[in-house]
């Protein structure tokens, strides 16, 4: 439903599946149609896979992930949609993470539901998102482990702390993989946010109910007064550090990459002289609270430390927009940096130039130079 949203929305369905293909799943298809849900023209789509009967861990997800041709921060909500999936199983039964089977959620269908939702929102730009209260339907849903109520328990648990409600429709009107993502991406629930809407798209369920459309509605617009924030002006996150005088290069790299793989804002190493003149290095992790849990694991079974030091920090950053602009040698998207309204800079997408860099065979610096002069051009544009 995420995805018919997001093509509802005018997402270029072309380039979502070219980079759906990073993924490297074999013969993989896109079938979108146009369908009527209640009187609501929806977008339905399938997603086709030549799956096998297998069921797959976290650290199995992770690898098809991190091996793909996909930008960082598609690679790192995705990661963090399926490690919150992990760990809501992970409550459920009693078990640790790393011994959660992954049934449904685990197939490479919806894989590629996930990570084609994280690449739509990136490709829109998306920065910030807001949900309504959550209708979860009621009776009865089988899955693997048997029959249970809706929500079920894997639901009820990532839905923790999310306003939901039901009526007398029946069916699961929210699957884990939903709930997975409107947790991992939505800051706000309840009414709409004041905004400027540019575009709305319907995704449809498969179900259909007489007098109630089975669709998904996504709004896309700019906040109001773009530049600044409406309810504070930082954001609250956790820093984590660590102490490490005994282990390896290649093992404390590990680490950040590990780090960056369960949703880390940002990880970084900094040399120390310590007790009996022991050469060290200070392992500092910056997440949101959500992510302490799983990285603090990490830390503890990575790394040979025996105690973290959690702190946590204000963090004021400045309001994003992307925009996308022509060079000579091709489209490139740009990120325009702003505080109360006025540019402080614009910079091009790496991803972007590297790819064209490589289509065109042109060295990544004379694109990136470039791109840069048409990202000043269009930051002073917007200044104005």
């Given amino acids: 439903m995420i995805l018919g949203a997001l093509l509802g929305l005018g997402l270029d369905r072309g380039e979502l599946e070219r980079r759906l293909a990073g993924l490297r799943i074999e013969s993989f298809k896109l079938k979108a149609e146009t369908v009527d849900r209640s009187g609501i023209s929806s977008c339905h789509v399938d997603v086709i896979v030549p799956e096998i009967d297998t069921h797959r861990h976290l650290h199995h997800i992770e ?9 960082d921060g598609v690679k790192a909500r995705a990661i963090k949609i399926f490690t919150l999936l992990a760990e809501a ?12 089977h992954f049934h449904e959620v685990g197939a490479l269908d919806a ?9 739509g929102f990136e490709m829109l730009g998306i920065e910030q998102f807001a949900a309504s209260k959550l209708h979860v339907g009621s009776g009865f849903v089988t899955m693997a482990h048997g029959k249970f109520p809706v929500p079920p328990p894997a639901v009820a648990e990532l839905l923790k702390g999310k306003p939901i409600y039901s009526t007398e429709i029946e069916g699961e009107l929210i699957t884990p993989t939903g709930a997975a993502i409107i947790s991992a991406v939505c800051e706000s629930f309840g009414t709409i946010p004041e905004m400027s809407v540019e575009a709305t798209g319907y995704g449809a369920g498969t179900l259909e109910y007489k007098d109630f459309p089975n669709v998904l509605r996504l709004m896309v617009g700019e906040a109001a007064e773009f530049g600044k924030r409406p309810a504070k002006d930082h954001d609250d996150l956790v820093l984590m550090e660590t102490n490490i005088d005994d282990s390896t290069p290649q093992a404390i790299g590990f680490v950040m990459e590990r780090a960056f793989d369960l949703g880390a804002l940002d990880c970084w190493f900094t040399p120390v002289q310590m007790k009996k003149n022991r050469p060290g290095v200070i392992v500092s992790v910056l997440a949101s609270p959500e992510s302490k849990d799983s990285l603090l694991e990490m830390l503890f079974a990575e790394t040979t430390t025996i105690g973290v030091r959690i702190s946590q920090v204000a963090r004021i950053s400045l309001d994003r927009r992307f925009e996308t602009v022509n060079t000579r040698f091709g489209e490139c998207r740009i990120k325009i940096a702003m505080r109360e309204g006025r540019v402080i800079n614009a910079m091009p997408e790496y991803e972007d130039v590297r790819r064209l860099a490589l289509e065109k065979n042109v060295p990544f610096r004379i694109v990136w130079e470039a791109a840069s002069e048409a990202a000043r051009e269009k930051a002073t544009a917007v200044g104005a």
């Fill in 111 to 119: 894989i590629i539901d996930i990570v084609g939702a994280c690449i």
């Fill in 89 to 100: 199983e992970a409550r459920v039964h009693g078990i640790e993470v790393k011994k959660v």
């Fill in 63 to 71: 690898k098809i992930i991190n091996e793909a041709e996909l930008s």
